[in-house]
């Protein structure tokens, strides 16, 4: 096993006062460097360039950062929370050094769309029905991985058709879920 022991720090999000969440900064005993372009390659949607020594994604509305010796997550509700995600990283780190013989290292990865390349081939009505109150606000949850694409009721309409096929393909090159 390479991750063994971790240790839990949490810390309010100074730069908002007013947030009630917290950020984990979580120092690992081993050094898991070497094992970065193979996380690059199992965690979906992740940025990695080799040479930064930093990989990044964002999970259910937390931005991780996976670091040689640290990583930290953002936008946790408690520390039962913050105990709950290192559990799960550290499951995903220990099973993808398990499986490393297997997988091929990436070097160079960036998965991530810009909003306005969503917006674009959007209704762009505001309706509302995604539970948005406008279609960029929506194009930017789809972006940032907290809504799928397919939430947009209108854009599975026929009349949306080729909209829809060129927004499907450029979120599934840059790894995004779109149902
Ligand atoms: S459902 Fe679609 S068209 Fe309506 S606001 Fe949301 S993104 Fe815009």
Redo the contacts with the bound molecule.
């Keep these: 096993m390479l991750v063994e022991k971790f240790h839990l720090n949490l810390v309010n999000i100074e730069c908002m006062p007013t947030s009630t969440k917290f950020n984990a900064i979580i120092d690992l005993e081993t050094d898991i460097g070497d094992l970065l372009p193979y996380l690059a390659t199992e965690i979906r949607g992740c940025t990695y360039f080799h040479g930064t020594n930093e990989l990044n994604y964002m999970e259910r509305g937390h931005i991780i950062a996976i670091r040689p010796k640290q990583i930290t997550v953002t936008a946790l509700q408690d520390e039962a929370e913050a105990r709950q995600v290192c559990e799960e990283l550290k499951r995903m780190i220990n099973g993808v050094h398990e499986r490393r013989d297997s997988i091929t290292p990436t070097w160079r990865k960036q998965a991530r769309v810009d909003p306005l390349s969503v917006y674009r081939e959007?209704?762009?009505?505001?309706?509302?029905?995604?539970g948005?109150p406008?279609?960029m606000a929506?194009a930017a949850r789809v972006v940032s991985r907290e809504m799928s694409a397919s939430y947009?009721?209108?854009?599975l309409l026929q009349e949306y058709e080729s909209n829809r096929e060129r927004l499907w393909g450029v979120l599934e090159q840059a790894e995004y879920d779109v149902e």
């Design positions: 959007l209704p762009q009505t505001n309706c509302g029905e995604c948005e406008t279609c929506f947009c009721g209108p854009l």
